[in-house]
């Protein structure tokens, strides 16, 4: 057997159907180099989606190969209860004093649906240690989307990952969400006085005695379809979470580390979360590591005698791992010394540019929207009426396996197609993924 048919044989990919491999067999890949990736036939492939969002400085970065390196020959792990070591120290001070003010203290594990349930959890026990008691639900979006593990699945709204699940599932409050695209009163993002939020001030009003948390993700709701919000959205909600003694927990796990074009999503609206949750980008796309960060406290309600059983018992054997922790270092390192946000802001102009030279003609680009580094079109039937393709007709698919020929990876998300780039594309890069793509979606629909 080839490799193709021997990972066919032996291998259940995420997040796919597999019977669609049949007729799209799996891409070997064998190497990387920069915003590129290369199959085992030589073929270049534009990142253009950072392999689901956590590649920052491009395949095989000479400065972070080089971290691993030199941390492999000193400590690969070791157990993290008891014991520390150098770079998880060094990693936590360093995103103390960059995350929002009163984010004092870092708990570590191993993926981003990891770091939302050690959010939740921790949320929970707080309050149950603090002496409200009622507090046992948490409050999330509509079309939400916070992972694939029970708890992350439960504070999520996307049908197409938990519908199945619903049994099992914690009784989430759903709030209404911003839908600046689709907006049901009428409004445009020009003259918006975010009417939508009056009914989430309505239901944390009623409901505020049983709410541990409300749980955000800033800015973009990303599997949603990259669906793009103000920040003052954020400034509302932080101050409505103050009034009614409800924590808020920022899931930046996907927006933050310079994405939206500022280290984190929350500086945008100046606003500090109870608990913030990292991963994906941190490590730039080399290995798991997720962080999640509250205040001190939320830690005091967990600290004291052994026999009070305070303790916050979360716990996974890779927590703290080593190699993470020193590319993690690594790459805050390049942010600080290659000046990233501010370069990011140059390249997010262009991005900005090339969408009006490319995508303006469209009839069937309902919007080109943009946060950043993240850019994202809307197909739609009817540009006027906003009408969706049907979704059985799999139209982003489709556009996705034409990109493929033409060297793009753009992975849709239903009728969104949608741009989040290694930092490394260069205007070159940009204007061979939009070109690419306006001919892929032309030729699908033309068909």
Same mark, same amino acid.
């Given at each position: ?272 979360? #109870? &608990?913030?949750?990292?991963? @994906? ?5 080399? $290995?798991?590591? %997720?962080? !999640?960060?509250? /205040? ?42 290659? #000046? &990233?946000?501010?370069?990011? @802001? ?5 991005? $900005?540019?090339? %969408?009006? !030279?490319?995508? /303006? ?87």
């Amino acid at each position: 057997m080839n490799l193709v048919e021997k990972d066919l044989k032996y291998i259940w990919h995420p997040c796919s159907q597999m019977k669609d491999y049949q007729d799209l067999e799996p891409i070997v890949i064998k190497n990387g180099k920069g915003a590129y990736i290369f199959d085992i036939n030589g073929k270049s492939y534009l990142d253009a989606v950072s392999s689901w969002w956590v590649n920052l400085f491009g395949h095989s970065n000479e400065r972070i190969n080089r971290a691993i390196n030199e941390q492999v020959e000193k400590l690969e792990h070791v157990i993290f209860a008891n014991f520390t070591h150098e770079p998880a120290i060094q990693l936590a001070e360093k995103i103390v004093n960059i995350t929002p003010e009163g984010l004092d203290k870092v708990f570590f594990s191993d993926n981003g649906s990891a770091a939302i349930e050690v959010a939740l959890k921790m949320s929970f026990q707080y309050h149950q240690q603090t002496g409200k008691i009622k507090k046992q639900r948490f409050a999330a979006l509509q079309n939400a989307y916070h992972g694939e593990t029970l708890g992350a699945l439960s504070v999520g709204d996307l049908d197409l990952y938990s519908k199945v699940f619903n049994p099992l599932l914690l009784n989430t409050l759903r709030l209404e969400s911003p839908d600046c695209y689709r907006c049901v009163y009428g409004k445009s993002r020009d003259n918006c006085n975010f009417e939508c939020f009056a009914n989430i001030e309505k239901d944390i009003m009623l409901h505020h005695e049983e709410l541990c948390a409300v749980i955000i993700e800033p800015l973009i709701q990303c599997a949603a379809g990259m669906k793009m919000y103000p920040p003052a959205y954020l400034k509302r909600l932080r101050k409505l979470c103050d009034e009614y003694d409800v924590h808020l927990i920022a899931d930046e796990i996907a927006v933050g580390f310079g994405r939206t074009g500022k280290m984190f999503a929350c500086e945008h609206a100046g606003i500090s979360p #109870d &608990i913030m949750c990292l991963s @994906k980008g941190i490590t730039a796309g080399y $290995l798991p590591l %997720a962080l !999640t960060l509250t /205040s001190d406290k939320i830690y005091d309600a967990f600290y004291g005698d052994y026999l009070e059983h305070k303790a916050f018992m979360h716990s996974h054997s890779y927590t703290g791992n080593a190699i993470s922790c020193a590319v993690a270092n690594e790459s805050l390192s390049i942010f600080e010394t290659e #000046d &990233i946000v501010a370069k990011n @802001k140059f390249t997010a102009k262009y991005m $900005l540019e090339c %969408a009006n !030279t490319y995508f /303006s003609e469209s009839k069937n680009i309902g919007e080109y929207r943009q946060t950043g580094m993240v850019g994202a079109i809307e197909l739609v039937m009817n540009k006027s009426t906003k009408q969706s393709f049907e979704p059985q007709k799999r139209i982003g698919y489709e556009v996705y396996k034409k990109g493929l020929n033409k060297g793009i990876v753009i992975r849709p998300l239903d009728n969104v197609i949608y741009f989040m780039p290694p930092y490394v594309v260069n205007q070159n890069d940009i204007d061979f993924l939009y070109s690419q793509t306006i001919e892929s979606i032309t030729e699908v629909l033309n068909q």
